[in-house]
């Protein structure tokens, strides 16, 4: 099994100090920076705004792996774009993913897209060509420190099968109530990015956390 890459979730960070967040989980070995944008109506919380997802760009901490919680992407895609390693879309919130996706890749980012636990994965293969990373998510999207859904484990080896059989290269993350308890079973399941925000934040030792969610051992 390989080592998973770890996108700490800066949800679970102060608020009025992410900058601090973010510096903190660099040191500690992440791999990149998870942030939850929400609207207030695809889910039902309000976060991050494109002047953050700037800022944060422009610190150079990390890169960033937005994560769209919104309903309106005709607006929010270009908005984040700019700032985004991966800029990743929810498949609920469209009619045209297959459109959105295209912009995405179209301007050399890392298209991503997200499946609620409701959702199933059978659409995956027409648009792999162009995903670069499925976030399978393993709660209800909209607040941090959900538990773990374990049925979530059969959906994320159903997309690893799907990947394998496409032959691409395509990455598998999983996102809510990812702990020291599950990430192992995320792992053999097929997962290549944990998000982890209430865990990692609440962590004595951010970079033991990191590691324990990466490989199993500190
Ligand atoms: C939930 C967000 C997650 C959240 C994860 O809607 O997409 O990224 O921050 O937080 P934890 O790890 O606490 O479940
Ligand atoms: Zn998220």
Known sequence: MSEARISPSLLSADPINIVAGAK????????MLHLDVMDGSFVPNLTFGPQC??????EGILPLDIHLMVKCLDWAVPAFLPYAEYLTVHVE?????HRVLQTIRSAGKKAGVALNPATSPEFL??????????????????????????EMLPKVR?????VRESGLSVSIEV???VTGQNAHLLREAGADILVSGSYL????????AINFLRRGTI
């Open 24 to 31: 903190s989980m660099k040191e500690a070995g992440a791999d």
């Open 93 to 97: 919130a469209t009619d045209h993913l």
């Open 53 to 58: 997802a700037s800022r944060l760009h422009q």
């Open 158 to 162: 159903r997309v690893k099968d799907m």
């Open 201 to 208: 934040f609440g962590s004595p030792n951010a970079r033991e």
């Open 175 to 177: 996102d809510g109530g």
């Open 125 to 150: 293969p027409y648009v792999l060509p162009l995903v670069d990373m499925v976030l399978v998510m393993t709660v209800n999207p909209g607040f941090g420190g959900q538990s773990f859904i374990p």
